[in-house]
T-cell receptor, first 113, second 113 residues
């Protein structure tokens, strides 16, 4: 079946790097996504990576994709207290129309000053 | 440029009642998806609307129905509410120019008592 797995919690100190990991199940996924959710808010699209890429960098964010192991990671450089939030990994439904996503349970990132 | 908007923000209903939630997509977007996010969980896909028709549906009962209007806005209806329907309901939109980018609204918090 389709499932996205993430560790539930991560705690880092301000200024350190954060690495959030995710495993997915569908090897045919075209895109893989990272969303951020702050308390009481909706989901913010952070970044996504196409399946023919191994890495994508966008300012402080680096996404690494290991297709062989179906492993996706999000690295946040110089983590700030404003980065404290829940981060969701998502992949498209197998055979589904574009945009219908399966989400992990989310990783709660806590940044200590 | 207005993002995805949803109304109402919060709603309290009683078991057995019916509820209607509303969503206006981001400007230029024509596809609307609905998700249910229970507390502590990732969002779960309910259904997607395109060209005023339900294009794909997740694993939700028929009590959940929807509609899309000619201006691309959408409604989610839930009949015979159960306590387990208490959740944050998220609307997301995407467009033909960027079908792989799905943007979420702030959500409607539904509490069923």
């Amino acid at each position: 079946g389709e499932d996205v797995e993430q560790s539930l919690f991560l705690s880092v100190r301000e200024g350190d790097s954060s690495v959030i990991n995710c495993t997915y199940t569908d090897s045919s996924s075209t895109y893989l996504y990272w969303y951020k959710q702050e308390p009481g808010a909706g989901l913010q699209l952070l970044t996504y990576i196409f399946s023919n890429m191994d890495m994508k960098q966008d300012q402080r964010l680096t996404v690494l994709l290991n297709k062989k192991d179906k492993h996706l990671s999000l690295r946040i450089a110089d983590t700030q207290t404003g980065d404290s939030a829940i981060y969701f990994c998502a992949e498209p439904y197998s055979g589904g129309s574009q945009g219908n996503l399966i989400f992990g349970k989310g990783t709660k990132l806590s940044v200590k000053p | 440029d207005a993002g995805v908007t949803q109304s109402p923000t919060h709603l309290i209903k009683t078991r057995g009642q019916q509820v209607t939630l509303r969503c206006s997509p981001k400007s230029g977007h024509d596809t609307v998806s609905w998700y249910q996010q229970a507390l502590g969980q990732g969002p779960q896909f309910i259904f997607q609307y395109y060209e005023e028709e339900e294009r794909q549906r997740g694993n939700f009962p028929d009590r959940f129905s929807g509609h899309q209007f000619p201006n691309y806005s959408s409604e989610l209806n839930v009949n015979a509410l159960l306590l387990g329907d208490s959740a944050l309901y998220l609307c997301a939109s995407s467009g033909v120019d960027s079908p792989y980018e799905q943007y979420f609204g702030p959500g409607t918090r539904l509490t069923v008592t």
